[in-house]
């Protein structure tokens, strides 16, 4: 039985290594928040005092983090965890980052015999709760396949979308779409209504017809349209505002390596940006709605 050290235990990461657990797996566990090592401690993974520690004997490590910098800390540099994992351990990292980031923790890994993969998720909370994740995978195929039991324990969908850093650059792309989706739902939505329609009713029409996406099928923004969905609870729970506009900052800096035209994704930045200046960072990102109503 393979030896997992999970660090970074968020709102993501805590429910994924669950997951491991609960498929059988050994769990070494970390993260800047004692709490979260104690909840998992309680259901079997062992403690560990730092990232350091968690490595320990391990042949497998997972890592979801906040952003690039994070990341880059944890495995680059004199003091990275490259320099004490064993060569042929495998790494997933499972955090959004640039491309380019993550294409640099790549190299070094290389060079230091390491098998990494670059596989950020697709799913939020809820799915990672559920074990039901999309997985956009960036690395050697062959690695994947050694990968692939721990995927399949946090997750329902795997893809492998290309070579190192390709699962980054899947990601965000994936979710500029999913933002300009989200602000064009919002928009029509206040505008319908104040044009004297009942929410539900247009979010149905349309929902039905050739302006039909993810958003109204799973995500209404409108509060009480969809009795689960985050706007019918205070715009809590799902997928943060302030995450999103990472997110699109992160395709943007992709746009601009690559000489890309993204106008819908740098709008849909400069909205998501406006949001967090106006506090609403922590909410849910359908909390984009607020900003076409009075």
């Known amino acids: ?16 290594a669950r997951n491991l657990l609960r498929a059988g797996f050994k769990l070494k566990v970390f993260d800047l928040v004692q709490a979260a090592i104690d909840e998992l401690a309680k259901e079997g993974a062992q403690a560990a005092s730092s990232a350091t520690d968690a490595v320990q ?11 690039s910098r994070h990341v880059e800390g944890l495995y680059l540099g004199d003091g990275g965890l490259f320099n004490l994992l064993a060569p042929g351990t495998l790494v997933l990292e499972c955090s959004t980052i640039a491309p380019e980031s993550a294409r640099k923790v ?11 993969l670059d596989a950020p998720v697709s799913g939020g909370t809820a799915g990672a709760a559920a074990g039901t994740l999309t997985f956009m995978i960036g690395g050697q195929a062959s690695t994947l396949e050694k990968a692939r039991p721990f995927f399949a324990a946090m997750g329902s969908n795997i893809f492998h979308a290309g070579p190192d850093g390709a699962g980054q650059v899947a990601k965000v ?77 992160l395709a943007q800096e992709a746009a601009q390596v690559t000489g890309s035209s993204t106008p819908m994704g740098a709008l849909a930045l400069q909205l998501y940006r406006l949001l967090l200046k106006q506090g609403k960072g922590q909410q849910d990102f359908s909390v984009v709605q607020q900003l076409f109503v009075e």
């Open 1 to 16: 039985m393979s030896q997992i050290a999970f660090i970074g235990l968020g709102h993501m990461g805590l429910p994924m």
């Open 173 to 249: 792309c994936n979710n500029q779409v999913l933002a300009v989706q989200m602000i064009a739902t919002a928009e029509a939505m206040a505008l319908g209504v104040a044009n004297g329609l009942e929410p539900a009713v247009l979010a149905e029409i349309m929902r039905q017809s050739s302006g039909g996406n993810w958003t109204l099928e799973k995500y209404n923004p409108w509060p009480g349209v969809m009795e689960n969905a985050p706007a019918s609870k205070g715009y809590t729970g799902g997928f943060m505002a302030e995450l999103m506009a990472k997110d699109l900052g």
């Open 106 to 116: 790549h190299k070094a890994a290389a060079d230091h015999a390491i098998e990494l």
């Open 57 to 67: 004997g391990a042949d497998v490590v997972i890592s979801m983090l906040p952003a």
